[in-house]
């Protein structure tokens, strides 16, 4: 069965991303999908670092071959920092080498406690998959005030949000 690969395109510790993405697992899980959480909190910071001046290490190559390459739909649930997503989204794509995203599809999700809920980072992040041949699907979904509508477990405070975010993957599934 196809594999639906959620990213949390942070490493702060105790996200809200991440609380996000546990949720989007929860409603994969619950439309009977199987899905795999890419957690940035995981990536080695030093080894990327060195790896985009053409050193591979073992230890990303690794993580390419695990979370991108067999895979072909991911959603990236990204933060609003600083008016766009975060740095080391673009680290992360700046990284694996750009034919793994060849035609692939991403689902985009922005993350915020303030109301534009990532809407800016989100179109950014539109060119830059674009660019590496990714097919972005139409439906990029703002969580806005992310603390009054998620929980720690990844359960929805609002199920308005719930069903937001239910609607956006049923449509990436048939995308
Ligand atoms: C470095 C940094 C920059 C941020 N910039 C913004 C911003 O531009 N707009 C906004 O609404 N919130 C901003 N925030 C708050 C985040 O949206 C908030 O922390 C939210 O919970 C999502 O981030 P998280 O997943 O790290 O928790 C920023 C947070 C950090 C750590």
Redesign the pocket.
């Known amino acids: 069965m196809e594999r639906i690969v959620v990213i949390s395109c942070?490493n702060?510790p105790?996200?809200?991303?991440?609380?996000?993405c546990k949720a989007y697992l929860n409603v994969l899980k619950d439309l009977g999908k199987e899905a795999i959480l890419l957690d940035f909190r995981e990536l080695p910071l030093e080894q990327m670092i060195g790896e985009n001046f053409g050193k591979s290490t073992p230890l990303f190559t690794g993580l390419v071959h695990s979370y991108v390459q067999p895979h072909s739909k991911f959603v990236f649930v990204a933060?609003?920092?600083?008016?766009?997503y975060?740095g080391i989204l673009k680290l992360f794509l700046d990284t694996v080498p750009p034919r793994e995203w060849t035609h692939k599809k991403a689902c985009l999700v922005g993350?915020?406690?303030?109301?534009?809920g990532?809407l800016r980072g989100m179109e950014h992040l539109t060119g830059v998959l674009q660019y590496l041949k990714m097919h972005v699907f139409y439906n990029k979904l703002p969580v806005?005030a992310?603390?009054k509508v998620v929980k720690e477990d990844g359960s929805f405070i609002a199920e308005e949000q719930g069903r937001a975010c239910t609607e956006q993957i049923k449509g990436f599934l048939s995308f």
């Open positions: 942070t702060r105790d996200s809200y991303t991440l609380k996000v933060p609003e920092y600083n008016g766009s975060p993350v915020s406690q303030g109301r534009a990532n806005s992310v603390d």
